[in-house]
């Protein structure tokens, strides 16, 4: 009786679970032809021109690998017009991708569109919730509470620091430049660079350096003290714990998702069970990070309570700091946790280093390939008073005067711009839509139908709809810039035309590098003042000359690698030579 009774339980346990494995494959079959078949037939994206590819192709490495990508959106706009569609994952994926700066700026100001739910689970779980992970009321509400650490008048109490470090890479660079012939890398591994065609060298001392390391090194001691008055000492000595942590971390960022980490994302439980080596490094610099950076919060929370409760005036200028009386001025309801403090720190550590010191590092490389340009404005910056060229921090002129001066530098600010302009160092971004939407456009579309939609019309994008914003794109755009978009042409910058001078961007005009709207980077007066100041203090010392053929990559960033030499990482090696003053 009682086996029996175990068969039919078992028998009755057997139907029930091949119904529910039967439910589950019926409605997996379901969505798979939805996704593949019936979805993509209603898209109105479907009706847009663009490349098509077979079932299974996507278009990602015509879209974002920097090496082909101006080529690919110059021949794609001649082909199929400002606006178009090309295929994500697969020929069912159709994704958004506009030159025309109508669609950009309505997508980047519209609340509907807002960063993919994958772009921020990745910048969550490696920077926590910063603000780059942020949308909606709560990005909103941070924006508004950090903006005064990004004040003119916060940026001007920075600039001592700004020149400290500027000044501690030139010494560096004077005992590199005074050893003939020497070849300085990180690495015995990495082969010797070739030798490049390009203008013989002078005849003076040089040496050859990996100035994105050495950029990266001081812009992190910066973003360390005017940040949260942080000694990392990296360009001293690079092991400094918290230094280390956050640069073992930043190492993974820069390789980029790998296919593993997208599989996480939909199934975080892989983590948890199998932890692999990015996982660990992760785990344990983030751990490194929050133990100091609590102290530091905790510490500076209890100074600044401390000069509130006597009434006199809070000494400290750091980012932190700042942050910290904003959030203690705010509503209680609008306050952020300690976590959420020191997940924004982490997020301009990373945002604040490594993008000023690849925008330095692009702007060496551009000057080293044009040495008339390099002339021109060493010739510049020589003409300001003689502490222009041979400062120091602590010789008694005013740092904040002298930054002025130096920012006000017509061809300077020319040249930083068009760096700027043509190494950005986001590629680009993407939106998705939250809702359905119309999008006016200003330049004629030609649907596959051949329809036209006139400018002041509109196309239909329908919710979880993914946009493309391609910032590089932008910024090569003939339409935009003129036929020589593509040339490195500081000149422009005193005469732009027309749809240039178009203000997207107060201050900037229409450079998509720091994008525009309300996710605008809220940093980008520090970054443009720092690299100033760092240039302004280096090239009246040095010259610099290419010293091997550099080619870009995408990871988070747009980094320099050697060319035939990618799997040495990012490096940006330059000749440079003192300059007889």
Sequence with gaps: MFPSVASTLSLSLLKACSVVLLILVARGLVLLINMLVVAPMSDPLKKIQGPDGSLLQNHFREVMDPSISPNTHEKWVKSFGK????????RHDFRL????FCVMSHILNSPIYEKPWQTRSLLTNLFGRG?????GAEHKALRKLIAPAFSTQSIKTMTPIFFQKAEELRDKWEVFASSP???LVEDAKIPPLPAPPYFPSPSFAEAVIDIAHWFSLATFDVIGLAGFDYHFHALQCESEEVYLAY???????DKGPKLRDLVQLYFPIIEKIFPNEATRITNESQRVISEAGQQLIQSKKLAILAEKASASEIKEKDILSLLIKSNLSADISGRLSDADLLSQLSTFLFAGSDSTSLAMSWCIHLLSLHPDIQDRLRSELNSLSPCASNSSSTSGYSAPAHAEAIDGLPFLDAVVRETLRLCP?????????????????????VLRNGTIIQPGETIRLRKGSYVHIPIEALNFSTDIWGEDARKFNPDRWS???????????????????????PHACPGWKFSMLQTKIFLATLIPHFVFEPAADIQKFN???????????????????????????
């Design 83 to 90: 606006t178009f569609r090309f295929h994500g994952f697969g």
């Design 97 to 100: 991708l506009s030159v025309d």
């Design 131 to 135: 603000i780059f992970a942020m949308e």
């Design 181 to 183: 012939t020497a070849t």
């Design 247 to 253: 640069r073992n971390m930043f190492r993974i960022a």
């Design 425 to 445: 160092p986001v590629h680009g971004t993407m939106r998705v839509a939250t809702r359905d939407d119309n999008i006016p456009v200003s330049s004629p579309i």
């Design 495 to 517: 005469s732009l035309p027309h749809p240039a001078r178009v203000p997207s961007h107060p201050g900037l005009a229409n450079l998509m590098t720091f994008s525009f709207g």
């Design 555 to 581: 990871a988070i960033l747009t980094r320099p690698y050697v060319c035939d030499q990618f799997e040495f990482g990012a490096r940006l090696p330059v000749k440079i030579g003192r300059v007889n003053l």
